[in-house]
């Protein structure tokens, strides 16, 4: 099936991920990079005929149990067939052992297309895996993750909620389920249990959910001359396009003199985002090589770069995945500007998005490289001048760099 440009998208199902509580908890975060494909119109009947190329496929032990719950299960009100479908479907896709390939439900297929909007009711954190354990990709700044001190790289390994008489580990856990359980309506309570890197044993911090509505961009100008722009990019969503171009049309109105690109706690969004914010400032060159299938796929910038000459730096962190590290790739290999701060959170698959129906699945169908070849999953993407944040909440050593490198 032929895509355009226009339609690959980088999702961060957190992870982007997609992702929990952030955007929605996702990212997307899911915060993923994602691609949309065209709408598939599903058969809405239960029909036990197998399908003549599944001829090989053994469905006995499957309606075996399908009947044995019917006939013997004592609560008939439990068994209902529309999310037993959903329920096999799931643990059929969560069979292939990738987080990040996952069916989604039409509640929570819905949950992520709101969470790329900026819109959402949750704690504000961004998720996604490192390995097999569920994980922080970054806190939003100013959520109730945030100002309860959760960082970037906290493991979550539990969660409970008393309303939803839930206590559960995470092992296992898909992130849409975890989205699920985190999220909730705002003034209810969640409280996650983390183990954190140099702390000896796990901890437990009790958060209120919250509206949150979430900008794409922050622009801020620092320096002496207040001549530096700070451009914040926090995602790669539906309305980033109109608040970054309104964002470069100051920039150029104020004649700036050097650009900071703020990817830090951003888990990813559109893939085609992420070309065209790399194109804003490279003349010429890749972005980024899509490898799948035993082919690589170079997608090149867009042209007409708005900003293609002002010196550029990037600040990158842990909280920085997918789409964000694949436009910090490509200025890092096209040598257009410098990449200050943390290593970054690793990850490196793109996944298709297909809705069917009202539901949704997505589906890695390849991994992403930066121009020169490297695969960043698992292992991050490393800045040129490596910055500690450190936990002066007070003090922005990275962005202080930053601003030292251009001025």
């Known amino acids: 099936m032929k895509v355009s440009l226009s339609k690959v998208r980088l999702f961060a199902l957190i992870l982007s991920f997609c992702f929990v509580s952030f955007f929605g908890g996702w990212w997307l975060g899911h915060q993923d990079v994602v691609v949309n494909r065209e709408k598939i119109v599903p058969q809405v009947t239960i029909n036990r005929a197998t399908p003549q190329d599944k001829q090989n496929v053994e ?15 004592y609560d008939k009100t439990k068994l209902d067939t529309k999310e037993m479908v959903y329920g096999a479907i799931k643990g059929m896709v969560a069979a292939v052992g990738d987080p990040y390939t996952v069916f989604l439900p039409p509640t929570e297929q819905k949950r992520t297309q709101e969470d790329l909007g900026g819109q959402f009711e949750g704690v504000g954190i961004q998720i996604g895996f490192k390995g097999t354990q569920l994980a922080v990709i970054a806190p939003l700044d100013g959520s109730p993750a945030q100002k309860a001190g959760i960082k970037a790289g906290d493991f979550i ?18 992130l849409p389920d975890a989205v699920d359980l985190i999220r ?3 003034g209810s309570a969640v409280t996650l249990v983390l183990t954190r890197e140099g702390v ?10 919250a509206k949150i509505e979430v900008p794409s961009v922050i622009l801020t100008f620092e320096g002496p001359d207040k001549n530096i722009a700070h451009l914040k990019l926090l995602r790669f969503g539906d309305q980033t396009d109109n608040e970054w171009n309104n964002a470069i049309k100051k920039i150029k109105d104020q004649n700036g003199k050097g650009v900071i690109l703020d990817l830090r706690n951003n888990p990813g969004g559109y893939l085609n985002g992420a070309v065209t914010i790399a194109s804003e400032f490279m003349s010429s060159g890749v972005v980024v090589i899509e490898s799948g299938k035993g082919n690589n796929k170079e997608l090149k910038v867009t042209g007409n770069p708005k900003l293609p000459n002002i010196p550029l730096i990037v600040l990158v962190n842990k909280g920085s995945a997918s789409a964000s590290e694949i436009v910090a790739g490509a200025i ?21 998005s297909q809705e069917i129906g009202q539901a949704g699945l997505h589906i890695t169908i390849a ?10 999953n698992g292992t991050g993407l490393e800045p040129d ?19 030292e490198l251009l001025k």
């Open 59 to 73: 469905f006995a032990l499957f309606w075996s149990v399908w009947d044995r719950l019917e006939n013997s299960y």
């Open 157 to 174: 390994v539990g969660i409970k909620d008393k309303e939803k008489n839930v206590e559960i580990g995470t092992v296992g856990m898909s």
């Open 184 to 186: 909730g309506k705002a």
């Open 200 to 209: 000896d044993k796990p901890f437990e911090k009790e958060l209120t959910r």
């Open 332 to 352: 890092k290999d096209s040598g257009r500007g410098q990449i200050v701060g943390d290593t970054t959170f690793g990850k490196g698959t793109i996944q298709e």
């Open 367 to 376: 991994k992403w490289l930066t121009p020169k070849g490297t695969w960043v």
């Open 385 to 403: 001048v490596k910055i500690t944040q450190g936990d002066d909440s007070e003090k922005d050593n990275q962005l202080e760099k930053a601003i």
